[in-house]
T-cell receptor, first 110, second 112 residues
């Protein structure tokens, strides 16, 4: 079955520290992986997707097919990064179904 | 703002009643989705529709129903069969498969 797992409900770091939000998935085929972010009082929005290989707001994520992971990383966390982060998966095998993980709340302390 | 409008923002329902949540989009997107967001459980897919007059069950469809009579609209009905309907409901759209999803502001449903 297709599944996205984010093992950490809450991740708390100090400003300037590196941060890594973990995401593991199960999917039979070639998935599309995404990271979405929800800042306080704002809509859920796309942060980045693996196919674009971009760095957005200093965040990067590498798709590791061997480990079936798509961890989100940032070398130096900022207070404005505090938000809820969701990893998501989509693929042709499931007819466009978009599946989300449980979410990780990132708290960056001053 | 965003092109996706969910209404109402807050909704109260008495036990045993059906209620319908509205989702309208002007992005001309083909696909629309309904998710339920509960603390600690992330977003769980209720129903989704890739084209007009067609929709599929998600992971937690029991107690819910949808229709897709127009491309712009994908209303969700929470029926009395849904045993624990109090939650935050999110509507989303995508242009096609494997593309960026856009979300509405959400509707918070409370059973009183």
């Amino acid at each position: 079955a297709q599944r996205v797992t984010q093992p950490e409900k809450l991740l708390s770091v100090f400003k300037g520290a590196p941060v890594e939000l973990k995401c593991n998935y199960s999917y039979s085929g070639s998935p599309e992986l995404f990271w979405y972010v929800q800042y306080s009082r704002q809509r859920l929005q796309l942060l980045l997707r693996h196919i674009s290989r971009e760095s957005i707001k200093g965040f990067t994520a590498d798709l590791n097919k061997g480990e079936t992971s798509f961890h989100l990383k940032k070398p130096f966390a900022q207070e404005e990064d505090s938000a809820m982060y969701y990893c998501a998966l989509s693929g042709r095998n499931q007819g466009g179904k978009l599946i989300f993980g449980q979410g990780t709340e990132l708290s960056v302390k001053p | 703002d965003g092109g996706i409008t969910q209404s109402p923002k807050y909704l109260f329902r008495k036990e045993g009643q059906n209620v319908t949540l509205s989702c309208e989009q002007n992005l001309n997107h083909d696909a629309m989705y309904w998710y339920r967001q509960d603390p600690g459980q992330g977003l769980r897919l209720i129903y989704y529709s890739q084209i007009v007059n067609d929709f599929q069950k998600g992971d937690i469809a029991e107690g819910y129903s949808v229709s897709r009579e127009k491309k712009e609209s994908f209303p969700l009905t929470v029926t009395s069969a849904q045993k624990n309907p109090t939650a935050f409901y999110l509507c989303a759209t995508t242009q096609g498969m494997n593309t960026e999803a856009f979300f509405g502001q959400g509707t918070r449903l409370t059973v009183v």
